[in-house]
């Protein structure tokens, strides 16, 4: 039985989640959901967060162009929620990664994949 979207989804956030780890981030958050959007995983190393997209592609290329301007932006929205949920966080660095799982392949990392607005630390904007 082949996989669904949702559950290639969770594998594809479970392999990106343990990438993460072994790179030596601390995992905050997965799935972080708000009404305004989702961020894969919130993730920190040092004092700096990344709010990771991840995309299962059959291809790395495909799973570059798969994070749109407008999903760019309710991420966005998501990290501003995160932040505001989370006042320790809000003079720390923030950065964009998308997480590249490709059949045959490591996890593969692309990072700060985009910048949305003023990119000092706190600023989401």
Known sequence: MPATGDSRGRRAERIAALRL???GYR???R???TPVGEIDLVAR???RLVMVEVKA???EALARQA??????HRIAM????FLAANPRYRDWPVRFDVIAVVPGRLPIVIPDAWRDGDSRP???A
């Open 78 to 81: 998501a990290a501003r929620n």
């Open 45 to 47: 190393r040092g004092r």
């Open 57 to 59: 592609r059959p291809t």
């Open 21 to 23: 780890r072994l790179a």
């Open 27 to 29: 995992v905050l958050a």
């Open 31 to 33: 799935r972080y959901r």
């Open 122 to 124: 706190g600023r989401v």
């Open 67 to 72: 994070v749109p301007q407008r999903q760019r």
